[in-house]
């Protein structure tokens, strides 16, 4: 079976730095896509920052400039390192991993990860 474990939340000060963490393990054939999505109360949940496939990176224009978003496939693992943070980035954060597995290598699957809070503040 495939779980993802998040890591990396908390309490910053503005203007902080947090870096999050995302291991997938299991029965994983191969990874598609890997990112970092965001939901704040009352608010639907947005991308923050992926690498798709192909390896190109995309960040919402909110984060751009001031998060990282790191792969590492050997490892089936992606990372945010987070910057210069402001209190429009408190939300909770959730991995998201498409992979395919050994168990059905014809489908692909969409996992999500726990979520991680994260809170700045003063």
């Known amino acids: 079976q495939v779980q993802l474990v998040e890591s990396g939340g908390g309490l910053v000060q503005p203007g902080g730095s947090l870096r999050l963490s995302c291991a997938a393990s299991?029965?994983?054939?191969?990874?598609?896509?890997m990112g970092w999505y965001r939901q704040a109360p009352g608010k639907q949940r947005e991308l923050v920052a992926a690498v798709p496939g192909g390896g190109t990176t995309n960040y919402a224009d909110s984060v751009r400039g001031r998060f990282i978003i790191s792969r590492d496939n050997a490892k089936n693992t992606v990372s945010l390192q987070m910057n210069s943070l402001k209190p429009e980035d408190t939300a909770v954060y959730y991995c998201y991993v498409a992979f395919r597995s050994y168990e059905d290598v014809t489908r692909v699957y969409d996992y999500w990860g726990q979520g991680t809070q994260v809170t700045v503040s003063s």
């Open positions: 299991g029965s994983i054939l191969s990874i598609d896509d």
